[in-house]
């Protein structure tokens, strides 16, 4: 199967590959806030319609962990599916899993038709969602890395991070017009659901898009980069940089769902704020978002990738700072949390597989990415809510706050340890 995949490869424009890189991620993260919105939204009304707004909310938010802590599994599992069927089968399979689940979520009865079988259906659904995400994983990052010309590894690195933002922009304007223009009966009866719909088109997309990168040849190098490594001799010679690795994009990942479903959640339980003002004020943030991971790449190549991740950790002091305007002017944080996301994010990937020794890349990268989400995300809505409902915003702000300090240590250890190498060399 590896022969025949290698057979079909074809070189094409660099300005092609860009573009399908980007129409991948965007189709990804569309689906991924898709969920993540409705988590804060819809979620606590239609599954947990028995218990309290807040305590309703919180068990939505311990659900949609449950994709996060799938990807590890996955992506363990892929490795053996993907030496019989190939990349391309497995990331075919992967999109597929992810597609049904998603359509799956919107046909799901309420708690009212079908009682404790909701949200039950719902995790379940959850978990292979997570399943599907962690078996497509493509390392475009390291594709990208491999084909951009030399000096330009940051700008073209930051290219595939630009589908967070995107993606987040397109969900969140899907929510905002069925919000804004159904009664809320109408909304949580049906409205909801066209959002997971959508998800299902866009996932077709995806596939193509990612199929087409597959039969792209990105040089020896890239090559190299995109095998699979002994699991045994993976965790042997790379185990300490896996997990430091981990820790490395711990802010940014937090952040994802700090400045982007928190916000949600905090204005529906403790504020009179109207949700289509907050995903406003979250359109805007994700417009500028998109300009910042662009920035992050043009610094990230005049400078370092290191300058672009502690000039991000030394700007999250300054976001805990703001996050009681959460209470009274929630677009001031919101919009500087985007800025700041987008920045940081921008780097957040392109600076993991430079730990690996090329051999060790593809499947270092996967596995530290995976534990990165898990670490830095998959907890974030939920710590921050119960924080921000026992202790106020500035126990959640302490919580930002720890997520830099961490990248910041980590950034500062794995710094040494390649400045160690190459003195030993």
């Not at 907050?278 to 190549?301: F, K, M, P, Q, R």
Request: net charge neutral; charged share 10%.
């Amino acid at each position: 199967m590896a022969n025949t995949e290698a057979a079909t490869l074809h070189h094409v424009n660099l300005d092609d590959v860009v573009t399908t890189v980007v129409m991948a991620r965007v189709t990804d993260f569309f689906g991924f806030f898709v969920y993540a919105i409705a988590s804060a939204m819809v979620f606590p009304t239609v599954f947990f319609p028995h218990l309290d707004p807040l305590t309703g909310t919180m068990w939505s938010f311990a659900l949609f962990s449950l994709a996060f802590l799938a990807r590890p599994i996955a992506s363990m599992a892929s490795r053996t599916l993907q030496h019989k069927i190939g990349r391309g089968g497995k990331i075919t399979l992967a999109l597929m899993v992810l597609g049904c689940s998603t359509v799956t979520i919107g046909l799901l009865p309420s708690y009212e038709k079908i009682g404790w079988l909701a949200p039950l259906s719902l995790g379940v659904l959850r978990f292979l969602q997570g399943l599907g995400l962690g078996g497509a994983w493509d390392g475009i990052t390291l594709q990208l890395k491999s084909a951009a010309p030399k000096n330009r590894e940051g700008l073209y690195g930051m290219v595939p991070q630009l589908g967070g933002p995107i993606g987040f922009c397109v969900a969140a304007s899907l929510f905002y017009v069925l919000e804004g223009f159904l009664t809320p009966e109408e909304f949580y009866s049906y409205g909801w659901r066209f959002a997971f719909f959508a998800v299902m088109a866009v996932n077709v997309v995806a596939l193509f898009a990612r199929l087409r990168l597959l039969t792209t040849d990105f040089g020896a190098d890239g090559e190299t980069s995109m095998k699979s490594a002994p699991l045994s001799e993976l965790l042997r010679s790379e185990g300490r940089t896996i997990l430091l690795s981990a820790l490395l994009p711990l802010c940014s990942y937090a952040l994802f769902h700090m400045v982007t479903v928190f916000p949600l959640s905090y204005a529906i339980l403790f504020t009179d704020f109207s949700l289509t003002d907050i995903l406003l004020y979250e359109l805007i943030g994700g417009t500028l978002a998109i300009g910042t991971v662009i920035l992050s790449g043009v610094l990230a190549d005049r400078f370092s990738r290191r300058v672009v991740l502690w000039i991000s950790c030394a700007l999250v002091p300054l976001l805990c700072l703001s996050i009681g305007t959460l209470a009274t002017q929630p677009a001031i944080y919101i919009i500087l949390g985007f800025m700041l996301l987008g920045l940081s994010y921008g780097q957040s990937s392109t600076i993991v597989p430079n730990r690996f020794e090329p051999k060790f890349r593809y499947s270092g990268s996967a596995l530290a990415t995976n534990l990165s989400w898990i670490l830095g995300a998959a907890f974030a809505p939920l710590v921050g809510l119960f924080l921000a409902a026992q202790f106020g915003l500035a126990a959640t702000a302490m919580y930002m706050l720890s997520g830099a300090i961490v990248t910041a240590g980590s950034l500062y250890v794995l710094s040494n340890v390649v400045e160690k190498k190459k003195a030993a060399s």
